[in-house]
T-cell receptor
Framework: DAGVTQSPTHLIKTRGQQVTLRCSPKSGHDTVSWYQQALGQGPQFIFQYYEEEERQRGNFPDRFSGHQFPNYSSELNVNALLLGDSALYLC??????????????FGSGTQLSVL | KQEVTQIPAALSVPEGENLVLNCSFTDSAIYNLQWFRQDPGKGLTSLLLIQSSQREQTSGRLNASLDKSSGRSTLYIAASQPGDSATYLCAVRGSGGSNYKLTFGKGTLLTVNP
């Protein structure tokens, strides 16, 4: 049973460029959340997708956008990259509905470096 | 605004010791609290999830407690092993029908020395 997979694992970009990160949820999961983790910090919530819609958004600018596809996979897009966007980007999947399904499963992340 | 604090920031113990990691949160209106483990440069692994109506959860050598009214949780690790070395993160999900996000602490870096 494949867990949450993210690609690419590492990425180097320059300021002003755009980047797309990809996530495939754990088999059977229908909800995908994205988190940004700066070095030495806890993960910060970016947004969550369910039924191909953004269900909730954290305190991130509009430069951060996402998409969920019919097969539940998801993309995170970041435009006009800033140095401060350098971080580990984590994708987490879960199954919507009920306390028993609350446990999140995280991927290994995409390490983004902006130069 | 929910804030989560973890103490200590780092902890180094000899193998075999029992230890306690602490987590506090400012808003007691939570839906659940989770403890995660993170190895360097890796994603998070869920260890224990405590619903707001529960007081504790156990899994093997791990025991997590929750005191929602005082805004505190502890993670107890019995008979620590070098393989337990990792960063341990606490996260809460706020209550309310449209709140799905987890708010994380900065973590406790645990080193278990052989």
């Amino acid at each position: 049973d494949a867990g949450v997979t993210q690609s690419p694992t590492h990425l180097i970009k320059t300021r002003g460029q755009q980047v797309t990160l990809r996530c495939s949820p754990k088999s059977g999961h229908d909800t995908v959340s994205w988190y940004q983790q700066a070095l030495g910090q806890g993960p910060q919530f970016i947004f969550q997708y369910y039924e191909e819609e953004e269900r909730q958004r954290g305190n991130f600018p509009d430069r951060f956008s996402g998409h969920q596809f019919p097969n539940y996979s998801s993309e995170l897009n970041v435009n006009a990259l800033l140095l401060g966007d350098s971080a580990l980007y984590l994708c987490a999947s879960s199954l919507a509905g009920g306390p028993a399904n609350e446990k999140l499963f995280f991927g290994s992340g995409t390490q983004l470096s902006v130069l | 605004k929910q804030e989560v604090t973890q103490i200590p920031a780092a902890l180094s113990v000899p193998e075999g010791e029992n230890l306690v990691l602490n987590c506090s949160f400012t808003d007691s209106a939570i839906y659940n609290l989770q403890w995660f483990r993170q190895d360097p440069g890796k994603g998070l692994t869920s260890l224990l999830l405590i619903q707001s109506s529960q007081r504790e959860q156990t899994s093997g050598r791990l025991n997590a407690s929750l005191d929602k009214s005082s805004g505190r949780s502890t993670l107890y690790i019995a008979a620590s092993q070098p393989g337990d070395s990792a960063t341990y993160l606490c996260a809460v999900r706020g209550s309310g029908g449209s709140n799905y996000k987890l708010t994380f602490g900065k973590g406790t870096l645990l080193t278990v020395n052989p």
